[in-house]
């Protein structure tokens, strides 16, 4: 069992991670790692859930994690901005234009720069860059892909656009299958295939298997380079106690078969993407599943994965960081873990 140097304070050298995220999960994780002053950090954030409305370009979760990453989130709902104002919304209702996507005022600044650049020739990678340098964040943000991928959702009322499911409909509606129209053309960015290269740990946020986690592994190569990583890949689960943390995961765990428990998601990895989850963060109200999850071959940290507040956020961060320091990747062994 080899041991893996994941340094413990800023003494040394840094220690790389990559974090592949999804919206508020993925933020509050990535956030967590920020705030450990030794961490150098990437962030590849799927860009399926992107809209274009009232001719902006929208990358959601890209915003909820430069939001996050710049301590301006709203608290409550864990996307757009906190102190936002309302006035352009409630002119769009007067005006009778489509508001069942609630953009903040300031919110809208972000699109109307980001919609600018694009048609300048910006690629979203420039852009995240852009914004996130003028937002004060040191991270790397990464959009998955330069070119767009649409995440759409079959239901019994057929195919749907991933927000007009999500938002419009509350995700109210089973999903029956999901999709990535366009990911077969498009392909991860040369800074996040470096990413993942140059990772010392990559950790997959406790993000939305099928639609966000989904998403960024559905882009042509992806799995591939997390396979041939030299890093450990610890993820952690958004299922605690059979329950989403936030979201629709556990629905669609029923609905697109499996089981909604931290099991399940060991299994979705595991069947999905053999051998590229080396171990998985549990809460420790699913400690009773650890055997079941390392008889998967994937090793298992029970720790409080509930990230109610900034502590919560920096201690699951480094309890992945010394969980993956433990890991030799692609053996799904851990040693003295529990
Ligand atoms: N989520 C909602 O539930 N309702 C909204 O009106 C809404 C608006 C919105 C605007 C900007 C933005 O960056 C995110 C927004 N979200 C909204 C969140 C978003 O739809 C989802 O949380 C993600 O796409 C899933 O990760």
Same mark, same amino acid.
């Given at each position: 069992?080899?041991?893996?140097? *994941? ?9 790389? *991670? ?28 799927? !860009? ?16 909820? =994690?430069? $939001? !996050? ?10 996307? %757009? #901005? ?12 007067? $005006? ?13 600044? !972000?699109?109307? *720069? ?20 003028? #937002?004060?964040?040191? @991270? ?26 999500? *938002?419009?409909?509350?995700? @109210? ?95 979705? $990895?595991?069947?999905? $993407?053999?051998?590229? =989850?080396? %171990? ?24 409080? !994965? ?33």
């Amino acid at each position: 069992m080899t041991e893996r140097p *994941v340094p413990r304070d800023a003494a040394g050298w840094a220690a790389k *991670v990559t974090v592949l995220a999804g919206g508020v999960g993925g933020a509050k994780l990535a956030h967590g790692f920020s705030l450990l002053p030794e961490v150098d950090l990437s962030v590849v954030v799927n !860009t399926g859930d992107d809209l274009e409305l009232h001719g902006l370009a929208i990358s959601p979760d890209v915003d909820t =994690v430069l $939001y !996050t990453l710049a301590g301006l989130a709203n608290p409550e709902t864990g996307w %757009g #901005l906190r102190d936002e104002t309302w006035s352009a919304h409630a002119m769009l209702e007067r $005006y009778g234009a489509p508001t069942w996507f609630r953009l903040g005022d300031r919110d809208i600044a !972000t699109h109307l *720069v980001r919609t600018s650049r694009l048609a300048a020739g910006a690629t979203p990678t420039d852009v995240t860059r852009e914004l996130a340098a003028s #937002l004060g964040i040191r @991270a790397r943000l990464l959009p998955m892909a330069d070119r767009p991928v649409r995440t759409r959702v079959r239901t019994s009322a057929g195919w749907l656009e991933f927000q007009a499911w999500f *938002v419009a409909r509350q995700h @109210a509606d089973d999903a029956l299958e999901v999709r990535f129209d366009g990911a077969a053309d498009a392909r991860p960015t040369d800074a996040v295939l470096d990413a993942v290269r140059s990772a010392d740990v990559i950790a997959i946020a406790p993000s939305n298997p099928f639609v966000s986690i989904g998403t960024i592994l559905a882009l042509p190569g992806m799995a591939a380079a997390l396979l041939d990583a030299t890093a450990p890949v610890v993820a952690v689960s958004p299922i605690v106690a059979g329950a989403a943390l936030k979201g629709p995961a556990d629905r669609m765990f029923e609905s697109l078969g499996g089981e909604s428990s931290a099991l399940g998601v060991a299994r979705h $990895y595991a069947g999905r $993407y053999p051998g590229l =989850v080396d %171990g998985l963060a549990i809460d420790v109200a699913d400690r009773s599943l650890a055997d079941r999850i390392e008889d998967l071959g994937i090793a298992v940290l029970v720790a409080p !994965t509930v990230m109610r507040d900034d502590g919560d956020r920096a201690r699951l961060a480094r309890d992945l960081l010394d969980f993956a320091g433990r890991l030799t990747p692609g053996t799904g062994r851990a040693s003295g873990i529990r």
